[in-house]
């Protein structure tokens, strides 16, 4: 029996969450007997994991970023889609007053310095304008955004909004 061919990549890259694709190939047995056999590949919320200065891509379905933690800075992430994809955040990775399973605070400012968040814990600003525009930054004190580290860089990006994050 000649191997049964691969399916190929790309085919079940295109999928996204809920898409399904119906494939089949044909088999003969040593008898002669043909037999074609089908099957369906269904589509998955992608999790990607995101390492310091790393660039990834996003896919062509909704994809999770992950971010154990603030070490994960200086990334890069291309094809991002808001009200899409997620950046996911580890709570307890970041720490800074973060919860699982709640809202994350952020500030969209035309510069991140300028940005403000009341309180002590730690919030996300995006950058929406000039040299860092479409940078996420990650501030653990609180308060004015002049001590925000760089998480990630969203080229192309305009807007973000909390829901665009997932805390666990």
Known sequence: MAPIPTVLRTARQD???????????N???LDGTAKTVAFSIHGA?????????????ATAGPDTFVFAS????????????????????S????????????GASLVNAADHNAAFHT?????????????????VF?????????DATALVKLPG????MSSDFHLV
């Not at 995101?50 to 891509?57: E, K, L, N, R």
């Not at 603030?70 to 955040?89: E, K, R, V, Y």
Request: avoid cysteine; charge should be negative.
């Open 91 to 102: 709570a307890s990775g970041f720490g800074h007053g973060l919860a699982a399973n709640t």
């Open 138 to 146: 990650w501030d653990a004190t609180g308060g004015h955004g002049d």
């Open 119 to 135: 309180g002590a814990g730690g919030y996300f600003i995006f950058d929406n304008r000039g040299s860092d525009a479409g940078t």
């Open 15 to 25: 999928l996204g969450t809920n898409d399904t694709k119906l494939d089949s190939f």
């Open 157 to 160: 990006m305009t807007s973000l």
């Open 45 to 57: 919320n992608e999790l990607i994991n995101v390492g310091s200065h790393a660039t990834v891509a």
């Open 27 to 29: 088999i003969k047995a």
């Open 70 to 89: 603030p070490a994960s800075a200086g990334s890069t992430i291309t094809g991002f889609s808001a009200g899409s994809d997620l950046l996911q955040i």
